[in-house]
């Protein structure tokens, strides 16, 4: 069983950056897949980015990609989001996710396990 904590967030403005990390204790993250999930007030969790157990696949929404980066630290055990150019529809709550089943990462949550505890980001015009 692997516990997911996570770490970043916050406010930032419009145009700005901020990184989400995404720490495993119990189990070593690479053997899992990861992805980030987020959810606004009133809207469904949607997938923001995955990234394969071998590190070397990584897969994003439409609605973040060239902007978002997802990466493996295996020394440090870790999963981070960075956040570049970041947009008021940007606002929600961020969960990582992690899984054992599959060598790549889904886009739903049902394809994940594991998640951490969320954590809040909000982007200001």
């Known amino acids: 069983q692997v516990q997911l904590v996570q770490s970043g967030g916050g406010l930032v403005q419009v145009g700005g950056s901020l990184r989400l990390s995404c720490a495993a204790s119990?189990?070593?993250?690479?053997?899992?897949?990861v992805g980030w999930f987020r959810q606004a007030p009133g809207k469904e969790r949607e997938f923001v980015a995955a990234i394969s157990r071998s590190g070397s696949n990584a897969n994003y929404a439409d609605s973040v990609k060239g902007r978002f980066t997802i990466s493996r630290d295996s020394a440090k055990n870790t999963v981070t989001l960075e956040m570049n150019s970041l947009k008021s529809e940007d606002t929600a709550i961020y969960y990582c996710?992690?899984?054992?089943?599959?060598?790549?990462?889904?886009?739903?949550?049902?394809?994940?396990?594991?998640w951490g505890q969320g954590t809040q980001v909000t982007v200001s015009s």
């Open positions: 119990g189990r070593t993250l690479s053997t899992y897949t």
């Open positions: 996710a992690a899984d054992s089943r599959y060598l790549s990462g889904g886009v739903y949550p049902s394809n994940y396990y594991y």
